[in-house]
């Protein structure tokens, strides 16, 4: 079949279409790397949340049309209830829909006391739990509570917070990261306020049988295949909740199942699809992807572009299709927080991003294309895709590729210019 094609932007799409290229990488979006027949009006808004323009395929497209002529409409209602009947039965929990209802700034002066009492709550928990059993873990979930809270009026103060916040203790910032990341997950899911605290309360627990790791297994440590010495993390975990006795025992069945993957892989029973507890997915799709941005030692830091594509490939097999789609449509390509390579050159930090046009974000250059520390932050309006008007995002580097302080700086400047960074954003915006 020779290849014909057509560009033209989403709005153009019709269902019947062929779409063989977007104006961005097939692997950073949850689509198959070989394109996409527009069955619906649901698969373009799929994909506008990724790109603007698309290219058509002509001749497949006129395949299609040929095909679907001979088809009698009998088989085409047949179609459509099959495709109706393969929806996740967890869909229907997912009934909630928030909107942003403070900004940025506003709710970063806010979530920073929120922060700092979780730190001291997660040192409490993974410290002294494994001595003397006198963690309150019922004030570690009132401290869930707040993180939903703040993640529902808005989710980037939050996950600005864990990509720049200093720690001596690799543990104690991991399991505050995925407890943010679980809220901003069920948030995009579309989860009850009740299940949201759930998800942060149960992965914010994971890091107690963390701690009592050693250093060597935390270092081997592999998303997909994990030692035997690190997976004793999972029931230290449970045999110090249950000696604890901890009064949500729907906390404690989450993380039972929370390192089981669908296709049986997974730990300490391999049990598969259906019969792994929704929010055990959740779980463990979220830990996946922290621990592929941000793993224990970060010399091995990849960029949350990259972790995406990693969680991508693995769709359908470690993990449930539409959860994977759902999970990259609430991370984004580049969540706030994310160190970026902009085309002239320079190294920057996502601030802010536009939630109405998911393409658009705020970001602040700290390392200019001579490879020097910027000394005078501006704030610069990007676009994800690449534009002859506008410069534009090129690639998301590892946050380990600079100095952890050069993040601080630039957190502190927004502080300090709190008032002006709001009005340009909201300018910007």
């Known amino acids: 079949m020779e290849l014909e094609e057509r560009e033209i932007p989403i709005s153009e799409l019709k269902p019947g279409m062929y779409v063989s290229r977007l104006d961005v990488p097939w692997e950073l979006t949850s689509f198959p ?70 900004p940025q700034q506003k709710e970063l002066n806010a979530c920073t006391d929120i922060m700092n009492d979780l730190e001291r709550k997660v040192y409490h928990l993974c410290e002294h739990t494994l001595r003397c059993r006198s963690a309150n873990v019922v004030q570690l979930l009132d401290s869930a509570t707040q993180i939903v ?3 529902i009026r808005n989710p980037d103060a939050l996950a600005w917070l864990c990509r720049v916040k200093k720690n001596r203790q690799p543990i104690h910032m991991h399991t505050m990261r995925l407890s943010v990341w679980g809220a901003i997950v069920g948030r995009q899911l579309g989860l009850n306020r009740y299940s949201i605290t759930h998800l942060c309360g149960a992965l914010l627990m994971t890091g107690i049988g963390k701690s009592a790791i050693p250093e060597k297994a935390l270092g081997g440590y592999s998303p997909f295949k994990c030692s035997f010495e690190y997976k004793k993390h999972l029931q230290e975990t449970l045999y110090q909740l249950k000696q604890l006795k901890i009064s949500d025992s729907n906390i404690y069945e989450t993380l039972e199942s929370y390192c089981e993957r669908i296709d049986g892989t997974g730990y300490p029973d391999g049990i598969r699809e259906n019969t792994i507890p929704f929010l055990s997915q959740v779980c463990g799709i979220t830990e996946a992807f922290e621990l592929l941005v941000n793993p224990y030692h970060m010399t091995r830091a990849i960029s949350p572009a990259h972790a995406i594509f990693f969680i991508n490939k693995f769709k359908g097999v470690l993990f449930e299709e539409t959860l994977v789609e759902e999970f990259i449509r609430a991370i984004g390509l580049y969540p706030t927080g994310t160190l970026v390579e902009i085309s002239d050159g320079q190294l920057g930090v996502i601030i802010a991003k536009n939630h109405k046009n998911k ?71």
């Open 149 to 151: 809270e703040s993640v």
């Open 33 to 102: 790397l070989q394109g996409i027949r527009i069955e619906s009006s649901k698969d373009i808004q799929r994909l506008a949340s990724y790109c603007q323009r698309v290219y058509i395929d002509l001749a497949r497209q006129r395949s299609a049309e040929k095909s679907v002529d001979t088809h009698s409409p009998t088989q085409a209602i047949s179609t459509k209830k099959s495709v109706q009947s393969t929806k996740p039965a967890w869909k229907k929990h997912c009934v909630e829909k928030y909107s942003i209802s403070t």
């Open 359 to 429: 393409f658009r974000v705020s970001v602040i250059p700290i390392i200019n294309s001579q490879g020097e520390v910027i000394q005078k932050y501006t704030v610069l309006d990007l676009s994800y895709t690449k534009s002859i008007e506008h410069t534009f995002i090129r690639k998301g580097i590892p946050s380990s590729t600079i100095p952890r302080g050069l993040l601080e700086n630039a957190h502190h400047w927004m502080f300090k210019n709190g008032t002006s960074i709001k009005s340009l954003i909201d300018t910007l915006f």
